[in-house]
């Protein structure tokens, strides 16, 4: 026999006592069986709907804290914007006035630079001498300026950010 005739004989085989050994060793009735089971399957489909309605509820709440986060996130960065555009709108104007006051020192600078030369001309004897003295001077300045900028420089203009960024926050007390 071929090896397909020797499964199908078995499975038959299988089933056959199966069956007859499933109605001698049967504890109930065939209507009380398939009540039993029946009462199972309801059992088991009320379990699932509960798990199922658990798990809708539990989903919703999960749906309800994205929708809270998303709120909470974008209020946050509205309040950043609006933060950023104060302390902008405080940083700039600090910085205008400095750009100005240096302008007029420059000028003032400037003014009394060459005043100082038609000076010294003046004593020299020679406007040429005056001009060439002062322009020295001020090379020499610019240059001692350039070599400490590191010292002088920096500090300064931190100071000068940190106060215009930070002045509306309390501070605290030790």
Known sequence: MKT????????G????????????FAPDKGSETRRKLREG???????????LK??????????????????????????????????????????????????????????????????????LNSLWMGFMIVSGLILLLGLWSWISRERWLPIPIMNLLIRALFKDIPHEKD
């Open 4 to 11: 397909v005739s020797k499964i199908m004989i078995a499975i």
């Open 13 to 24: 085989a299988g089933l056959a006592i199966g069956s007859v050994l499933g109605v001698l």
């Open 41 to 51: 399957r309801e059992g088991w489909v009320k379990r699932t709907e509960g798990k």
């Open 54 to 123: 658990w798990g809708k509820e539990k989903l919703n709440k999960i749906e309800e804290l994205v929708v809270r986060f998303k709120a909470y996130r974008n209020t946050r960065l509205s309040q950043l914007k609006l933060s950023t555009a104060e302390k902008t709108a405080n940083v700039l104007p600090v910085l205008i006035a400095v750009l100005l006051a240096a302008l007029v020192f420059f000028l003032f600078l400037t003014i009394v630079c060459i005043v100082l030369a038609l000076l010294i001309g003046s004593w």
